[in-house]
């Protein structure tokens, strides 16, 4: 069996989509209160910040700033994936490894991590992050996502209510 490598930095600023199994559901937003618990909870165990955040019906995206001499981001999601998953039924279509792993199957094993490299890079991964619901179609404008660190940039000053457009105005098809 191969073991995979994840890219690790003390003190690094990383980008993060984690899904779950099921990419047709949106158990993320119908217990978004679980999940900022168990956000808060792996937050106050192994401490970050959250650079930013969006929250979809099936996936979510976090920039996350370590603090400095920690690079240990596996745990944390472990810690976040575990309180979200504790109380839930465990779903019907688990495959034979999950079961005898005694795994729910509500997450996707893996997630994709990317170190920010400059400062660029993150403000490109800081807009990915609050553009990702246009994106999906899920909202025409940024601002009418609730679930999202987009409101917090908008509070300090940081982007204009209006930041992103409104995707009803420009024509085509874009996204996945």
């Known amino acids: 069996m191969s073991r995979y490598r994840r890219a690790r930095f003390e003190g690094g600023l990383y980008f993060f989509t984690v899904a779950l199994a099921d990419r047709r559901s949106s158990l993320l937003v119908n217990e978004v209160?679980?999940?900022?618990?168990?956000?808060?909870?792996?937050?106050?165990?192994?401490?970050?910040?959250?650079v930013a955040i969006c929250v979809l019906p099936d996936h979510l995206h976090a920039v996350w700033a370590l603090p400095a001499g920690d690079a240990d981001f596996p745990t944390r999601w472990s810690l976040i994936k575990?309180?979200?998953?504790r109380g839930l039924p465990p779903s019907p279509a688990r495959s034979a490894s999950k079961l005898v792993k005694?795994?729910?199957g509500i997450w996707q094993r893996r997630y994709?991590?990317?170190v920010i490299r400059d400062d660029g890079d993150l403000a490109r991964h800081i807009d990915y992050?609050?553009?990702?619901?246009?994106?999906?179609?899920?909202?025409?404008?940024?601002s009418?996502?609730?679930?999202?660190s987009f409101h917090r940039y908008v509070a300090q000053?940081?982007?204009?209510?209006d930041w992103g457009g409104d995707a009803r105005a420009i024509?085509?098809?874009?996204?996945e």
């Open 33 to 50: 209160d679980r999940l900022r618990q168990a956000y808060r909870s792996a937050r106050q165990r192994c401490p970050f910040d959250t």
């Open 82 to 85: 575990r309180g979200f998953s």
């Open 102 to 104: 005694r795994e729910k």
């Open 112 to 114: 994709w991590e990317h």
């Open 129 to 142: 992050v609050h553009f990702n619901p246009v994106k999906h179609g899920i909202v025409a404008r940024v």
């Open 144 to 148: 009418d996502w609730p679930h999202s």
């Open 157 to 161: 000053g940081l982007l204009a209510p």
């Open 171 to 175: 024509g085509g098809d874009f996204g």
